[in-house]
């Protein structure tokens, strides 16, 4: 059974620039969630989409934003980056959050 | 809103003993779920156990078994028989009510030969 697969693995953009991170679930899971992951700020809940609606949704500026695809693919997207959004951001999905969540590696997002 | 501490930002372990990760949590929930995950090097969030709420029994898989005080608050993991592929942060996490899961701050865990 595939993981989760999260793509690029790494990532160097330029301050103001906009990326598009991508992340495919375990088949058959329906919930996909993305998290930032700071040395200084742990690990930072962005959103979580369930069947292509956006279910829950953390406290991140607008320039974070994200979709489902009906094939339970997800998509996040950064605009106008700023040299605070280097960091590891991890996706995660699951049938449902009580059996835990499944992480994907990461795309380290490098912004200078 | 529901918040969950690990108060112990690095900890060690000899080979071979026994080390106890402290986690607690804030919820005025009756039903929910914690689990401990661990971070390698490699980065992957990797699930090591995982406690039902209302089941007073605590979790246990292989080397890796729990603590789990609901009174309290607290869900500890304790590691038997360290070795050196357990060196990696750990995290403790809460789930409910479908909402986003939360997660401590982590522990950084080391393992000397």
């Known amino acids: 059974k595939a993981g989760v697969t999260q793509t690029p693995r790494y990532l160097i953009k330029t301050r103001g620039q906009q990326v598009t991170l991508s992340c495919s679930p375990i088949?058959?899971?329906?919930?996909v969630s993305w998290y930032q992951q700071t040395p200084g700020q742990g690990l930072q809940f962005l959103f979580e989409?369930?069947?292509?609606?956006?279910?829950n949704k953390g406290n991140f500026p607008g320039r974070f934003s994200g979709r489902q695809f009906s094939n339970s693919r997800s998509e996040m997207n950064v605009s106008t980056l700023e040299l605070g959004d280097s960091a590891l951001y991890l996706c995660?999905?699951?049938?449902?959050?009580?059996?835990?969540?499944?992480f994907g590696s990461g795309t380290r997002l490098t912004v200078v | 809103a529901q918040t969950v501490t690990q108060s112990q930002p690095e900890m060690s372990v000899q080979e071979a003993e026994t080390v106890t990760l402290s986690c607690t949590y804030d919820?005025?929930?009756?039903?929910?779920?914690l689990f401990w995950y661990k971070q390698p090097p490699s980065r992957q969030m990797i699930l090591v156990i995982r406690?039902?709420?209302?089941?007073?029994q605590n979790a246990t898989e292989n080397r890796f078994s729990v603590n789990f005080q609901k009174a309290a608050k607290s869900f500890s993991l304790k590691i038997s028989d360290s070795q050196l592929g357990d060196a990696a942060m750990y995290f403790c996490?809460?789930?409910?009510?479908?909402?986003?899961?939360?997660f401590g701050a982590g522990t950084r865990l080391t393992v000397k030969p």
């Open positions: 995660a999905s699951s049938s449902s959050g009580v059996y835990g969540y499944t």
């Open positions: 996490a809460y789930f409910a009510n479908n909402n986003d899961m939360r």
């Open positions: 919820t005025s929930e009756s039903d929910y779920y």
């Open positions: 088949s058959g899971h329906r919930s």
């Open positions: 406690q039902e709420a209302y089941k007073q």
């Open positions: 989409y369930f069947s292509e609606t956006q279910r």
